[in-house]
């Protein structure tokens, strides 16, 4: 065997062959390693899967060393400058760029599956006033299955090529159906004449004008974004999203779940959270106060650190840049100066540089979505949104991949031995239990 380990059993002192496949050995080939015949083998025990692929995928390429980040081979960097998101999105989910007929084809699909269902509308009305729009879009998506009850099929190829449709285009109307919702305005419908960005922006801030004329610098700077938020690889709401898939629910399904991973403050709602961090540091001067806290192990910078990156995140580089272009336009930010401030002292301080913590993609996203007039509790959102055409590529490749089954982790036990069940009457004490 040219790439394998040989590996000894010092409990038996048997010796196996275990092949090695792109840097990685199956699992299952430590099950051969057993002490007796009905023992199951060896367990690899991997909490939070440090180093465990759960996969094979041609979505997504990092490199975390390097601070590299490929789409389908593609830089994100040249994405960010050159593409847009729905094209972008067209090559996650089909593998290649689009020529200019396919370019056209999908954007009339996507801006014709915008409007959704007007009961969705009522649906939203029973929310509260307050409800938090993430999680209104984690029950509207999840409702969205009940009015496609044909999606259910997802071994049919023009099924799953309709939802795939139907999820990239009703996301930016449901979120800003919630937008809305919270301000007690009346709701936008989709304008088909203007771009992916351009329309999100007319259904969440159109008034009483006629046409809703978006900045083209707003429109862009949020269409980049999207981009840099498209995917990620296999990070924990992508990692919901292929496990619920995989028990083969309907995508509407699966996506909720995504979503519900997503708005954990150390994922995707970690944006909101880096706002609300620097909202109550509120000057330059309480910076070095912060970061002690921080240090003494308080709370976590948030903004900062990533399981994969290990040196300063590709996403927030171009999202740096952009805050900065962007407040040239809007004027200066005191918070930004604060942010600046947090990121100089922790790229010289031992405690962020022994731990290779780095700003990520949330530590400026914040400011550029304040500056462009979108509230804190939608940060989250635009993330959903954006990560949405990810997700779906993520989901089908998993359908298709002839090595994925429903995903079942092992457990080592840890719990009690079988003990008789003691009646109610009889317990004083857990002791009691354990001498019962
Ligand atoms: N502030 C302070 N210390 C930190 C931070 C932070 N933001 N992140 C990690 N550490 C420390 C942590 O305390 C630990 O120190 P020690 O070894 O002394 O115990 C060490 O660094 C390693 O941390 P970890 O928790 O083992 O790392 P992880 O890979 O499990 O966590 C993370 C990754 C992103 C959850 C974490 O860095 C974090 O909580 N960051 C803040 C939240 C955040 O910005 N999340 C957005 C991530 S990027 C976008 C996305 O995925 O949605």
Known sequence: MAESLTITDNRTGKTYEVAIEDGAVRATS??????????????????????????????????????????????????AERSTYLETAYLLVHGELPTPQQAAEWKQEITHHTLVHENIKKF????????????????TV????TFYPQA????????????????????????????????????NYP????????????????????????????????????????????????NAMRAVGS???????????????LYGPLHGGANEAVIRMIERIRSVDRVPEFIDGVKAGKERLMGFGHRIYKNYDPRAKVIKKMADQVVDVTGSS??????????????EDDYFVSRRLYPNVDFYSGFIYQALGIPVEMFPVLFAMSRTAGWLSQWEESLLDKEQKIARPRQIYVGEQRRDYVPLGQRTSAIDQHAG
């Open 30 to 79: 430590f099950e051969q390693l057993s002490l007796t015949a009905d023992d199951h083998g060896l367990l690899v025990y991997d909490p939070a899967f440090m180093n465990t692929a759960s996969c094979r995928s041609a979505i997504t390429y990092i490199d975390g060393d390097k601070g590299i980040l490929l789409h389908r081979g593609y830089p994100i960097e040249q994405l």
């Open 142 to 145: 999840g409702g969205l299955s």
């Open 247 to 261: 028990s083969h629910p309907d995508p509407y399904s699966a996506t909720a779940a995504a979503i519900a991973a």
């Open 124 to 139: 939203i009305d029973g929310f509260h006033h307050d409800a938090h729009p993430m999680g209104i879009l984690i029950s």
């Open 191 to 238: 304008d088909n004449e203007l771009s992916f960005a351009g329309n999100f922006l007319n259904m969440m801030f159109k008034m009483v004008e006629l046409k809703y004329e978006p900045v083209p610098e707003i429109e862009h700077a949020l269409d980049v974004l999207f981009i840099l938020h498209a995917d990620h690889e296999q990070n924990c709401s992508t």
């Open 152 to 187: 259910t099929d997802i071994h049919d190829e023009e099924q799953r090529r309709i939802s795939i449709y139907r999820l990239i285009a009703k996301m930016p109307t449901l979120a800003a159906l919630a937008y809305r919702h919270s301000l007690g305005l009346p709701y």
């Open 334 to 347: 005191p918070l930004l100066d604060v942010a600046r401030e947090l990121e100089k002292i922790a790229l």
